[in-house]
């Protein structure tokens, strides 16, 4: 097949003493996500999404949180990486459409920033990379502010 499409999600915990890294960038808060890595869910669904898109299993079979080499690794180096496998296996990414669902900090004014981190690591342009960002009205583990949550989308293209 000529094209693929790739959906990834990931969750995370939120807690006090941690960054909090989000779409590659730090974002001021008095709390961050916790995780074997730094965590950041944004990175961590698009990997999922390339990875699922090319049939090469998920972020976890490639990058286990039982590795003690990948502990508190940067989701910069494992997006960087997912890309190269899913070049190996035939395929360039397309567009990624992405969701991000947290109650706080608000994120609109880095988004571009996100944006920009993002493709430049996967050689993609700014307009290629959509972020968009919800909060769940108060409701739920997202809306105490005790976790976030991104989805992904990725249509890939055979080389």
């Known amino acids: 097949m000529n094209i693929r499409i790739g959906f990834g999600i990931d969750f995370h915990q939120m807690v006090e003493g ?31 999404a390339m990875l699922g ?21 940067d989701s910069k180096i494992l997006l960087k990486k ?17 969701t991000l669902c947290l109650q706080a900090p608000k994120i609109k004014e880095y988004v571009p920033k996100m944006q920009q981190v993002i493709a430049d690591i996967l050689s993609l342009q700014i307009t290629d ?22 989805y992904a989308t990725i249509l890939l293209q055979k080389i």
């Not at 190996?88 to 992405?98: C, R, T, V, W």
């Not at 990379?129 to 991104?150: L, N, Y």
């Open 82 to 98: 997912s890309a190269e496998l899913i070049n190996k296996a035939g395929y360039s990414i397309g567009n990624i459409d992405s």
């Open 18 to 48: 941690r960054e909090f890294w989000l779409g590659g960038i730090l974002i001021p808060h008095t709390k961050g996500a916790l995780g074997h890595s730094d965590a950041d869910v944004l990175l961590h669904a698009i990997c999922d």
């Open 53 to 73: 898109a090319a049939c090469l299993g998920d972020i976890g079979v490639h990058f286990p949180d039982t590795d003690p080499s990948l502990k508190n690794i």
């Open 129 to 150: 990379v959509s972020i968009k960002a919800t909060t769940t009205e108060k409701m739920g583990f997202v809306g105490r502010e005790e976790g976030v949550v991104a």
